[in-house]
């Protein structure tokens, strides 16, 4: 039988002032109750007065940690907006990617090293694409100790759904999403995000298309959570430009429907005049380039390319401009915004206001644009 929540209370009190202090995973195991609610426990306590809470651990009032934890400094006006070394010490961040693979992979490093730098750790939950999922994976992760959350939602169009978001609420910690967000108006927008700018990007692609003379441009995008933004950014681009865009219309495929990409290549080229196109991504512009040279539409001479992602665009046998996303600092820039709220509610500082952070990605130039060639 349980033992009721002010037993349980006086529990953790008896164990914090007999031994300082405990880590707040190790305290739920010896009780035999969840991290989640450990962390109840030490938060209203810690709201009495009666304990301190520590990133990842609980200390008796003027006590020291003697599990390897630093005490808290008192935030100054050089460290109150981010959070110091020994403020993240022992702190454990949950994050949840869809992958891996591709750009995440180079996300995740760059938060990892971030929480490392602080003295904290970062531990990965995978949904696999299924949204189901990532409130599984959260789960876990906080039952683990994990205190605040980095996630990018299995939301096949980037953005919740029929009440998608709503786990995200649900999980009474400090969360940020990473390379996602939510429209106006949905609960989830009020959240921390950090993201590419994709559509800054894809105007970027079209704007270099046009210096180089191209004035019929066209894309070729995959279906996914960031085809909106990336079409968003070409069509504005291309009217801002006044280019001929009623020729060049974006064409949104199934991923691995190359065939009809290739159809659709080739159609635009002979029939619309159209000289250049981007592609999302580089992996698929590489299947692309030989099938289109075998329908007889050279790369760059009859049809520029530039792909979105430069995961492997320098590795074609044409090499790929591409746009490069800033990915390992997306991942950074996310854990050291979760770092900073959690840094706000241990110390009971107000919390700074929410952010929507876009970081601006680079397009890095080679020889399937036909720069060398087009240019003056």
């Avoid at 009190?13 to 962390?39: C, I, N, Y």
């Avoid at 996300?107 to 949904?127: K, N």
């Avoid at 159609?267 to 580089?282: I, K, P, Y």
């Avoid at 770092?339 to 876009?358: I, M, N, T």
Wanted: one cysteine or more; proline letters at 6%.
């Amino acid at each position: 039988m349980r033992p009721h929540v002010d037993q349980r209370h006086e529990r953790v009190l008896e164990l914090v002032r007999e031994r300082g202090s405990l880590r707040v995973a190790d305290l739920a195991a010896e009780l035999g109750v969840s991290a989640v609610t450990l962390r109840r426990d030490v938060e209203a306590l810690a709201g009495q007065g009666r304990v301190h809470r520590l990133h990842g651990a609980v200390v008796w009032p003027g006590g020291v940690s003697t599990v390897g934890l630093r005490a808290r400094q008192e935030p100054t006006e050089s460290t109150a907006s981010t959070p110091s070394a020994a403020s993240a010490e022992g702190v454990v961040i949950g994050m949840i990617v869809p992958t891996t693979a591709s750009l995440f992979a180079d996300i995740v490093r760059g938060a990892r090293e971030a929480v490392g730098a602080q003295g904290g750790r970062l531990v990965l939950g995978v949904s696999g694409h299924v949204d189901t999922e990532d409130a599984v994976q959260a789960g876990h992760l906080l039952a683990g100790g994990a205190e605040g959350l980095l996630v990018a939602p299995s939301w096949s169009g980037g953005v919740p759904v029929g009440g998608q978001e709503q786990w995200l609420l649900d999980q009474g910690v400090p969360t940020v999403l990473v390379e996602r967000s939510a429209p106006p108006g949905n609960p989830a927008a009020a959240l921390d995000r950090v993201r590419t700018d994709r559509a800054h990007g894809a105007a970027v692609a079209v704007g270099h298309f046009a210096a180089l003379g191209h004035h019929r441009i066209t894309a070729v995008l995959q279906e996914g959570p960031h085809a909106a933004q990336i079409i968003s950014g070409y069509d504005s681009a291309v009217r801002s430009l006044g280019l001929d865009h009623a020729r060049g219309a974006p064409s949104v495929r199934e991923h691995g429907d190359y065939d009809s990409s290739v159809d659709y290549l080739v159609d635009a080229v002979r029939e619309r005049g159209v000289t250049a196109a981007l592609v999302h991504s580089d992996e698929d512009a590489i299947v692309l380039v030989p099938r289109l040279q075998a329908r007889g539409i050279r790369v760059p001479d009859d049809l520029a390319l530039i792909a979105y992602d430069d995961e492997v665009a320098p590795l074609a046998d044409v090499p790929l401009t591409a746009v490069a996303p800033p990915k390992r600092a997306v991942g950074e820039a996310a854990a050291r915004l979760l770092l900073q709220r959690l840094d706000e509610r241990a110390s009971g500082r107000r919390p700074a206001p929410r952010q929507h952070v876009e970081l601006l990605p680079e397009l890095r130039i080679r020889s399937s644009c036909g720069a060398k060639t087009l240019a003056h």
